[in-house]
């Protein structure tokens, strides 16, 4: 499934909310009724870190500003208010079928 | 607490070989199916190789399948990528990667491969 993001540049303004939109070329709802869409963040220099599994499931630790939905096909990151940590790329990415493919990464910066 | 840690990058010519290391602890090793990720200078992210927890399956992507092999030593813990015949193409930051539930929940700090004359 080849995974596409929108934008692939994102400046935003602090406080001010973000949207990131990851489609699939194959609809990501597996045989089992699941649907597995990840969100990472990576931040400059560091590796990736995951936020999102299972379209809108987020890891512990990871702030409530950060939320995952959609369904299908289409899916969607959004930042409520975007604070000054949360610059970096986010990739989505889809385990549904075989390999496990990545969008080409979002790059969030402050305007 | 999880943690991944590679070790044994570095610079090699092409057509060399190269031997990565991912000393893996916090979590029941031989229970999880480990990945190796790359992301080549500025770019995206791209699937390498897995393997299950057991060990006895391994899958490769077309872009290394011959000349990489992913293997794994339960009772040391360890995650293994075996580079041969490397390419300009094959430089990258490799990170050793959990998979859990057609997810990838943790990553390692990631080691930087170079190939070049």
């Known amino acids: 499934a080849v995974m596409t993001q929108s934008p692939l540049s994102l400046p935003v303004t602090l406080g001010q909310p973000a949207s990131i939109s990851c489609r699939s070329s194959h609809s990501l709802v597996h045989s089992n009724g699941n649907t597995y869409l990840t969100w990472f963040q990576q931040r400059p220099g560091q590796s990736p870190r995951r936020l999102i599994y299972?379209?809108?499931n987020r890891d512990s630790g990871v702030p409530d500003r950060f939320s995952g939905s959609g369904s299908g096909t289409d899916f969607t990151l959004k930042i409520s208010r975007v604070e000054a940590e949360d610059v970096g790329v986010y990739h989505c990415m889809q385990g549904t079928h075989w390999p496990f493919t990545f969008g080409p990464g979002t790059k969030v910066d402050i305007k | 607490e999880v943690q991944l840690l590679e070790s044994g990058g570095g610079l090699v010519e092409p057509g060399g070989s190269l031997r990565l290391s991912c000393a893996a602890s916090?979590?029941?090793?031989?229970?999880?199916?480990m990945r190796w990720v790359r992301q080549a200078p500025g770019k995206g992210l791209e699937w390498v190789s897995g393997?299950?927890?057991?060990?006895?399956?391994?899958d490769h992507a077309d872009s290394v399948k011959g000349r990489f092999t992913i293997s794994r030593d339960n009772s040391k813990n360890t995650l293994y990528m075996q580079m041969n015949s490397l390419r300009a193409e094959d430089t990258a930051v490799y990170y050793c990667?959990?998979?859990?539930?057609?997810?990838?929940?943790?990553w390692g700090q990631g080691v930087l491969v170079t190939v070049s004359s």
């Open positions: 990667v959990k998979d859990f539930d057609y997810s990838l929940d943790y």
């Open positions: 393997i299950s927890g057991s060990g006895d399956k391994t």
């Open positions: 916090g979590f029941i090793f031989s229970h999880y199916d």
């Open positions: 299972k379209v809108s």
